[in-house]
């Protein structure tokens, strides 16, 4: 029988100071990215961006991965993880859908120096290495996408 994987899309965001846009999920203890699970057949940057508008309210064209990120499993699915660049964004309203249809008690931006005090470690340290990388293209079929 074959692993149960899911392909996690998760996008970062920045405000002009730099702080990074984090969701609450009301499932899991600590503040996240904003993304999900691709479906099947979902181009990931696809997925990513559908992910932010449905918790966000914004509307992003994502192209450039800042980290890949695997986990494996434990009490949850095995996971790879991409980050996209969402880029900066000068908007301060963000609409976040009521909780009993979106799972989220709400979205932040938060100062990078604060991340490992809202997140899990896992979580601040996947932030912080998109932080410190450049990103790579994402390729469909060995064409860029978007």
């Known amino acids: 029988m074959r692993a149960s994987r899911e392909l996690g899309c ?13 969701v609450d999920p009301d499932y899991m203890d600590g503040l996240i990215l904003p993304g999900g699970a691709a479906g099947p057949n979902e181009p990931p ?36 993880g991409l980050v996209f660049d969402g880029g900066t964004v000068t908007t301060t309203r963000l609409a976040v859908p009521p909780q009993h249809r979106s799972g989220l008690l709400g979205a932040r931006f938060v100062p990078t120096p604060e991340l490992p005090d809202v997140m899990a470690p896992a979580q601040a340290a996947r932030v912080a290495e998109a932080l410190a990388n ?7 079929h060995g064409q860029r996408s978007g």
């Open 10 to 22: 998760l996008v970062l965001v920045r405000n002009p100071r730099g702080d990074v846009l984090l």
């Open 45 to 80: 940057h696809l997925a990513a961006a559908r992910h932010l508008r449905e918790e966000t309210g914004l509307t992003l064209r994502l192209t450039d991965v800042l980290a890949v990120d695997f986990t494996p499993a434990d009490r949850y699915l095995e996971r790879l």
């Open 134 to 140: 450049r990103s790579l293209p994402l390729l469909l």
